[in-house]
């Protein structure tokens, strides 16, 4: 059974910092990877897909990366901004008939 | 496009109701899901379609109903509401890309209190 874990619970930096957040999951063999944010009371955005194929995708300020033989992916966020404060989601889908797995998430605070 | 939407935003029942979540989508995406979140419990997958006429359970499916006679609503009906079904409820819809991978959007979010 997949499992997904995102450590830390809660991260807090001062504006301006690179950062990175952290998602391991126990089952190398995925279909994709998914980072999602969700502001508060809010629903979840599609931030970045990673296919089991690819290493990295970028978006802008973000960057993920996958390394399927440790289990890892990380999102880099460079340049933090006060409104990137949210809650990160790391979601993994086993399979292409399989469910997303996700991670309990990463709530980021980013002070001015 | 309006992506996922989903209505109500808040309701509020007493144990025992029923009540209809709508969910609908504009994407023509052939997959759609509902899922709860919880504090402390993250996302749980409660039922997916992956087409018209097509549903099956997911990981918290008990008390739960849906069906899918059209790609674009998913409804989700709740048969008889209990304080446990206290939650926010998410529709999704997602699509395999031809290139490889499979995207899934949300919808806002119904927050549910069962009193």
């Known amino acids: 059974k997949q499992e997904v874990t995102q450590i830390p619970a809660a991260l807090s930096v001062p504006e301006g910092e690179n950062l990175v957040l952290n998602c391991s999951f126990t089952?190398?063999?995925?279909?994709?990877l998914q980072w999602f944010r969700q502001d508060p009371g809010k629903g979840l955005t599609s931030l970045l897909l990673i296919q089991s194929s690819q290493r990295e995708q970028t978006s802008g300020r973000l960057n993920a990366s996958l390394d399927k033989s440790s289990g890892r992916s990380t999102l880099y966020i460079a340049a933090s901004q006060p409104g990137d404060s949210a809650t990160y989601l790391c979601?993994?889908?086993?399979?292409?008939?399989?469910?997303?797995?996700f991670g309990k998430g990463i709530t980021l605070s980013v002070r001015p | 496009n309006a992506g996922v939407t989903q209505t109500p935003k808040f309701q509020v029942l007493k144990t025992g109701q029923s009540m209809t979540l709508q969910c609908a989508q504009d994407m023509n995406h052939e997959y759609m899901s509902w899922y709860r979140q919880d504090p402390g419990m993250g996302l749980r997958l409660i039922h997916y379609?992956?087409?018209?006429?097509?549903?099956d359970q997911g990981e918290v499916p008990n008390g739960y109903n849906v069906s899918r006679s059209t790609t674009e609503d998913f409804p989700l009906r709740l048969l008889s509401a209990a304080p446990s079904q206290t939650s926010v409820y998410f529709c999704a819809s997602s699509y395999r890309r031809t290139s490889g991978g499979e995207e899934q959007f949300f919808g806002p979010g119904t927050r549910l209190t069962v009193l």
């Open positions: 979601a993994v889908k086993a399979g292409a008939n399989s469910k997303l797995t």
């Open positions: 089952d190398s063999a995925i279909y994709n």
């Open positions: 379609s992956v087409g018209a006429g097509i549903t």
